[in-house]
């Protein structure tokens, strides 16, 4: 659940009641609005940041309780380093920053969107917007008791202050269905594995409906009437019936190719009859991180009319290990005709994603393929939770990654493909076997399992989000489990590359 509030922009004022937070730079100098608006208290800011040996360097921060000169209760004053050096995403982290410094009992703050040459650019003020409102998120619906200093205020108001309001609200607008992307895919990780099933996930994705995305749900008939048997293998051992769900949204030319997108939804994964030691096992719960980035990216590319024809696609199964289910050794015919041997059950998101790639490929022909998973562990023992890693086969959809990752802050890490990590997957029994067998390489061999069900024209990027997706670092924009990774990233890619 979002955090209850409400964001808006205003005109240069200092408030009312409430915090008031504004920005200097290395030397503690203000922009004329911001100078104008702390009138008197301009002098008490200077004598508390000699105390406290404030200089306006970027990340500390300079606070004050009920300010002589001022109607709000407390200042805020962060600095910005040079602010002559501030990239875009500064802006989003600053705005993240100033909204951490709003305590969760106070109902007003205004945050004054200048620097010291001058009010920030409609775009900036924008991001900063953008990043006080991926700060305020909180998932708390299933706490019913708090200790009275925990509760936060019932409604939060919290008025980003500009040159000019309308230019800033229309700058604003993409970004705000694109955080709104990021908060539902936030939400779909964090809720509980006995609320968020195969069937309740397909469920809220129809939701998009209403935005205009196009949604079909596949059954569990039209899973095997389809041949998708290395997904249905996953889920057969769960009493849930396992789905695949369709999403388009057609804002591009009529008739041209779709971007298509993958997901890996695995609503729970104890590992099967390879069955998870006991000890954080509750964390599979986010083990669909991939197909949440997917739901919320449509959501966020029907939100600002993206003009581009795009393809989401998740598979959602849970692995449980009853009766039922597929036993190492196991052999399953995908829906490409490729056989596979089972070797062990808790490789299991490749199966998905293998049968649900082939499925995009062959009916919508895509201009290309990204798929996302939390896949494997052997990724965070490679690139820890900085980095999410990066396989393809085309480097140009890889440069593109690579870059909208870094102007996002959704870093990405080219790792290798190669035969000689094929050999590895190759099997006695079948076309191939689903996991090398080896603690070396693990993230390179699942990788190589995808790509045999890419063909050979498709350009194809698989990111390993495993130590991004949930239960990542915490950030300025983040003080969630569940990330909402990708999904900034994967809007960006589209955004700069794929809209005309």
């Given at each position: 659940?979002?955090?209850?509030?409400?964001?808006?922009?205003?005109?240069?004022?200092?408030?009312?009641?409430?915090?008031?937070?504004?920005?200097?730079?290395?030397?503690l100098k203000f922009g004329p609005a911001t100078?104008?608006?702390?009138?008197?208290?301009?002098?008490?800011?200077?004598?508390?940041?000699?105390?406290?040996?404030?200089?306006?360097?970027?990340?500390?921060?300079?606070?004050?309780?009920?300010?002589?000169?001022?109607?709000?209760?407390?200042?805020?004053?962060?600095?910005?380093?040079?602010?002559?050096?501030?990239?875009?995403?500064?802006?989003?982290?600053?705005?993240?920053?100033?909204?951490?410094?709003?305590?969760?009992?106070?109902?007003?703050?205004?945050?004054?969107?200048?620097?010291?040459?001058?009010?920030?650019?409609?775009?900036?003020?924008?991001?900063?917007?953008?990043?006080?409102?991926?700060?305020?998120?909180?998932?708390?619906?299933?706490k019913t008791k708090r200790k009275e200093d925990?509760?936060?205020?019932?409604?939060?108001?919290?008025?980003?202050?500009?040159?000019?309001?309308?230019?800033?609200?229309?700058a604003y607008a993409p970004r705000e269905a694109?955080?709104?992307?990021?908060?539902?895919?936030?939400?779909?990780?964090?809720?509980?594995?006995?609320?968020?099933?195969?069937?309740?996930?397909?469920?809220?994705?129809?939701?998009?409906?209403?935005?205009?995305?196009?949604?079909?749900?596949?059954?569990?008939?039209?899973?095997?009437?389809?041949?998708?048997?290395?997904?249905?293998?996953?889920?057969?051992?769960?009493?849930?019936?396992?789905?695949?769900?369709?999403?388009?949204?057609?804002?591009?030319?009529?008739?041209?190719?779709?971007?298509?997108?993958?997901?890996?939804?695995?609503?729970?994964?104890?590992?099967?009859?390879?069955?998870?030691?006991?000890?954080?096992?509750?964390?599979?719960?986010?083990?669909?991180?991939?197909?949440?980035?997917?739901?919320?990216?449509?959501?966020?590319?029907?939100?600002?009319?993206?003009?581009?024809?795009?393809?989401?696609?998740?598979?959602?199964?849970?692995?449980?290990?009853?009766?039922?289910?597929?036993?190492?050794?196991?052999?399953?015919?995908?829906?490409?005709?490729?056989?596979?041997?089972?070797?062990?059950?808790?490789?299991?998101?490749?199966?998905?994603?293998?049968?649900?790639?082939?499925?995009?490929?062959?009916?919508?022909?895509?201009?290309?393929?990204?798929?996302?998973?939390?896949?494997?562990?052997?990724?965070?023992?490679?690139?820890?939770?900085?980095?999410?890693?990066?396989?393809?086969?085309?480097?140009?959809?890889?440069?593109?990654?690579?870059?909208?990752?870094?102007?996002?802050?959704?870093?990405?890490?080219?790792?290798?493909?190669?035969?000689?990590?094929?050999?590895?997957?190759?099997?006695?029994?079948?076309?191939?076997?689903?996991?090398?067998?080896?603690?070396?390489?693990?993230?390179?061999?699942?990788?190589?399992?995808?790509?045999?069900?890419?063909?050979?024209?498709?350009?194809?990027?698989?990111?390993?989000?495993?130590?991004?997706?949930?239960?990542?670092?915490?950030?300025?924009?983040?003080?969630?489990?569940?990330?909402?990774?990708?999904?900034?990233?994967?809007?960006?890619?589209?955004?700069?590359?794929?809209?005309?």
């Amino acid at each position: 659940m979002t955090d209850v509030l409400k964001l808006g922009f205003g005109p240069f004022a200092a408030p009312a009641r409430g915090t008031f937070i504004v920005f200097c730079d290395d030397g503690l100098k203000f922009g004329p609005a911001t100078r104008k608006a702390l009138g008197a208290a301009a002098d008490l800011v200077s004598r508390a940041a000699k105390a406290e040996a404030f200089t306006g360097k970027s990340g500390a921060a300079l606070e004050l309780v009920v300010p002589e000169g001022l109607k709000a209760s407390r200042l805020v004053v962060l600095g910005v380093g040079k602010a002559a050096d501030l990239k875009p995403r500064d802006f989003v982290k600053l705005g993240g920053v100033a909204m951490g410094k709003v305590r969760a009992k106070e109902a007003e703050a205004v945050v004054f969107a200048e620097l010291p040459s001058g009010p920030m650019k409609p775009e900036q003020a924008a991001e900063l917007a953008e990043g006080v409102r991926l700060r305020a998120y909180a998932f708390d619906r299933y706490k019913t008791k708090r200790k009275e200093d925990e509760k936060p205020a019932e409604k939060r108001t919290v008025t980003v202050a500009v040159g000019d309001v309308a230019t800033a609200r229309k700058a604003y607008a993409p970004r705000e269905a694109v955080v709104g992307g990021v908060l539902l895919a936030r939400d779909l990780v964090n809720e509980p594995a006995n609320v968020l099933f195969p069937e309740e996930f397909a469920r809220r994705a129809q939701a998009l409906k209403k935005s205009g995305v196009t949604v079909e749900v596949l059954n569990l008939a039209a899973l095997k009437k389809l041949g998708m048997n290395a997904l249905l293998g996953v889920g057969q051992g769960s009493t849930r019936e396992s789905r695949v769900v369709v999403m388009r949204w057609n804002g591009g030319r009529k008739g041209e190719a779709p971007v298509a997108f993958i997901g890996k939804g695995v609503c729970f994964d104890t590992g099967g009859i390879s069955i998870k030691p006991a000890a954080g096992m509750e964390d599979m719960k986010g083990d669909m991180g991939g197909a949440a980035c997917v739901t919320g990216l449509m959501q966020a590319l029907a939100g600002r009319k993206a003009k581009v024809n795009a393809v989401g696609i998740i598979g959602l199964v849970e692995n449980m290990p009853d009766g039922n289910a597929q036993r190492p050794g196991d052999i399953v015919k995908s829906m490409s005709g490729q056989t596979i041997e089972i070797i062990n059950t808790d490789a299991e998101g490749r199966l998905v994603l293998g049968d649900v790639i082939w499925y995009a490929q062959q009916r919508f022909k895509p201009k290309f393929i990204v798929d996302l998973a939390t896949l494997t562990g052997a990724i965070i023992v490679a690139l820890g939770q900085e980095y999410a890693g990066l396989f393809a086969n085309n480097d140009e959809l890889a440069e593109q990654l690579a870059k909208v990752g870094e102007a996002t802050g959704e870093k990405v890490w080219r790792m290798p493909l190669g035969p000689e990590y094929d050999k590895m997957i190759d099997s006695k029994f079948a076309d191939m076997k689903n996991t090398g067998g080896s603690r070396w390489g693990g993230a390179i061999t699942a990788a190589q399992f995808i790509k045999r069900f890419v063909d050979d024209k498709t350009p194809w990027a698989h990111l390993d989000i495993a130590g991004t997706g949930f239960d990542s670092r915490q950030s300025d924009i983040n003080k969630s489990w569940g990330s909402g990774w990708g999904v900034r990233m994967l809007d960006q890619l589209v955004a700069d590359y794929y809209e005309k």
